[in-house]
Structure formats: C-alpha cells, structure tokens
C-alpha cells in the first residue's frame, strides 16, 4: 500500500519488523515534496520511532489474525493459553506476555494476535477483579482524606487502594494503568 493510505491502528512491515501505526501527519516540507510524519510502535519491543515516509513510497501491511484465547496457567517464564475455538494450546514468553502475569487468574479470556502462525501482540482484557489477600486493617474516620493504601491481590500484585478496602474483597483493577478502579459487589 502506498503510504498514502496508512491509518491510525494499522499494522505494518519495515525491514523485516512489525510496527503498528500510532499517529502520522502530513506535513509540507520548505523545499520539496510533502511527507508522512508517522510515528511507529514497534511490536516485538514496544519502542516508539518517528519515520518519514513520501506519500507515494509503498510500505507493506500485515494482517494480524486475532483471536481470543484462555490463560490456563504459567510455568516460570513460559505462559500457557487455550484457543478457545479449537482448543489448541499454545505457550509464549515473558516478552510477548507482557504484564499479563501480574493480572490474570486461570480461565481469564484475552485477545492474541497473531503474525504467520506467531504470537505478536497480547491484549488483556481492560478490567480485571481481583481478591484482596493482603491489606492494612480499616481505619476509622481516615475516610475524610484521600489517603490510599498498598494491597497485595490474589495474583501477587500490590495496587494503592482506598482505607475501606478489607481484606478478601475484590477489587477491580485497570489492566492498562494498574491502578484501583472500584469495589466489586457480589
């Protein structure tokens, strides 16, 4: 495709490695021709580059096949998830993961992209509720202040919570943030 028809969230290929379209500009140079100001995420490290690209130089698009897996459980370095059409598992790294490790429980569903039969890029589901193992006890009439408090959840991460928050409650957590987002009513 010419990189004149890029988009915002698309996926492309540059010397051999995967990038995904955060945001670009077109912009009018002094002298010359007008360019593409793209700025690229790359897929296989998360690092941010700025690319300058002439409207009529073609860059090739990669299709990614997402699908929605289960995360059963991880083994040291090594995660293993479910397909959940048919069933096939596959095992990925710490690196493709991600911070999946810190947020899922077994039989959490996720998406997973997939570049030629590999997994490229891990999507955690936004929000994910989480019990409460281990907190400081209530304190009465600290809720006048906007004072938090550190609680280790049941997958072992620590997240500031708010004084009201007891132990074996659960909690719902932004995956993207890792911060507090309320308490769950069962």
Known sequence: MRASEMRKGQTVKIDG???AIVDYQHVKL???GAVYQTKLK???DGSI???RLRSDETIEEAFLDKRT???LYSSGSEHVLMDTTS???ITIDDDTFGDGPKYLKPNTQLQVSMYEGKPVVVTLPNTVDLEVTETAPEIKGATATNQNKPA???TG???QVPPFIKLGELVRVDTRTGQYVTRVKE
Do not use: M, P
Request: proline letters at 0%.
């Open 17 to 19: 490695k995967l990038y």
């Open 30 to 32: 002094g002298k010359g």
């Open 42 to 44: 790359s897929l296989a």
């Open 49 to 51: 580059q700025n690319v």
């Open 69 to 71: 897996y289960e995360y």
């Open 87 to 89: 069933y096939d598992q």
């Open 152 to 154: 280790t959840l049941e």
């Open 157 to 159: 991460v620590v997240v």
